[in-house]
């Protein structure tokens, strides 16, 4: 996941809001290609499996098909998606306030310049 991080900033070039752009774009282009391998390697196991519980045991499986198949993808929906967010917490930057003080002193500003406009 910190790889993720390393190619947003060498793409970014020093741009923040580009970095976090380019973090959001990369986690999610990763989790979808997770989600289709993870997903068609399902599909592919599930297809077996009724293959041989129909062919060879005789077992009703056709039945049950569309429940286990939502059972499976919802389960993976989500924890891919909590990988991806986790990915994505991990890696987004902030500003950084460099002087607090300086803050405070337009802060102060303000509030005197509010009250002599009164």
Known sequence: MKRIGIAASKISKGNLA??????VLISALFCL???????ST???????IMYVGNEIMDTG???NWQSIMTVCMVSLTVVITLF???SIVINLRFPRLKD????????????KKRTTDE
């Not at 580009?18 to 973090?23: K, T």
């Not at 290609?33 to 997903?39: D, E, L, N, P």
């Not at 399902?42 to 077996?48: E, G, K, M, S, Y």
């Not at 300086?102 to 500003?109: A, H, K, S, T």
């Open 18 to 23: 580009l970095y976090n752009i380019y973090v």
């Open 33 to 39: 290609f997770i989600f289709i391998v993870a997903g």
């Open 42 to 48: 399902i599909v592919f196991a599930l297809a077996i």
């Open 61 to 63: 499986l056709d039945r």
């Open 84 to 86: 991806c967010l986790f």
């Open 100 to 111: 607090r003080r300086g803050l405070f002193i337009l802060r102060d500003n303000l509030l």
